[in-house]
T-cell receptor, first 112, second 111 residues
Framework: SAVISQKPSRDICQRGTSLTIQCQVD?????MFWYRQQPGQSLTLIAT?????????ESGFVIDKFPISRPNLTFSTLTVSNMSPEDSSIYLC?????????FGEGSWLTVV | GQQVMQIPQYQHVQEGEDFTTYCNSS?????IQWYKQRPGGHPVFLIQ?????EVKKQKRLTFQFGEAKKNSSLHITATQTTDVGTYFC???????????FGQGTTLQVKP
């Protein structure tokens, strides 16, 4: 199994500011995934964070808006830059362990 | 591109009634996974189905993978208030292997 800690768990952010979300896993994993879940919606993959290389972004997501760091095999950060109200979402990190996928508790961001 | 359709979007049932959510893919799947997200919580992995026609049970939950591996269902027998939440199916993209999530079915259970 894998235990994932995410912080902050919640935040209210001012428009135009940036916020960095941290994700810590209790075991070493090759890939970490960042998802966004807009209110009442399903999960959308933002990017895959690879240790030692640049993150791989999905269509519709760019590095300037969502820079990602992956300094080691147990930690990653996602920054939501220059936030607007449309960025109000839950941001979740996720890892694979065996045949199971684990999610962090999520970071609930509200942009005002 | 590959699509995953999940129905219904919402379901309200009386406690004790059964509930089923369905997931359909436009392409043949290597596997399908199911998740539950409680209100205010994060998605929690329930199960993965791999084999054609596979049926797996977890207490009152029955998961089925279609013979053609293009659809799946989750059936809950005699719902309880603890079953409240949103149930998502997810499957790997045939192109990238990355997970594509269905839209989810939100279950409300009236006591």
């Amino acid at each position: 199994s894998a235990v994932i800690s995410q912080k902050p768990s919640r935040d209210i952010c001012q428009r135009g500011t940036s916020l960095t979300i941290q994700c810590q896993v209790d075991s070493q994993v090759t890939m970490m995934f960042w998802y966004r879940q807009q209110p009442g919606q399903s999960l959308t993959l933002i990017a895959t964070a690879n240790q030692g290389s640049e993150a791989t972004y999905e269509s519709g997501f760019v590095i300037d808006k969502f820079p990602i760091s992956r300094p080691n095999l147990t930690f990653s950060t996602l920054t939501v830059s220059n936030m607007s109200p449309e960025d109000s979402s839950i941001y979740l990190c996720s890892v694979h362990s065996g045949n199971t996928i684990y999610f962090g508790e999520g970071s609930w961001l509200t942009v005002v | 591109g590959q699509q995953v359709m999940q129905i219904p979007q919402y379901q309200h049932v009386q406690e004790g009634e059964d509930f089923t959510t369905y997931c359909n893919s436009s392409t043949t799947l290597s596997n399908i996974q199911w998740y539950k997200q409680r209100p205010g919580g994060h998605p929690v992995f329930l199960i993965q189905l791999v084999k054609s026609g596979e049926v797996k049970k977890q207490k009152r939950l029955t998961f089925q993978f279609g013979e053609a591996k293009k659809n799946s269902s989750l059936h809950i027998t005699a719902t309880q208030t603890t079953d409240v939440g949103t149930y998502f199916c997810a499957c790997p993209s045939s192109n990238t292997g990355k997970l594509i999530f269905g839209q989810g079915t939100t279950l409300q259970v009236k006591p």
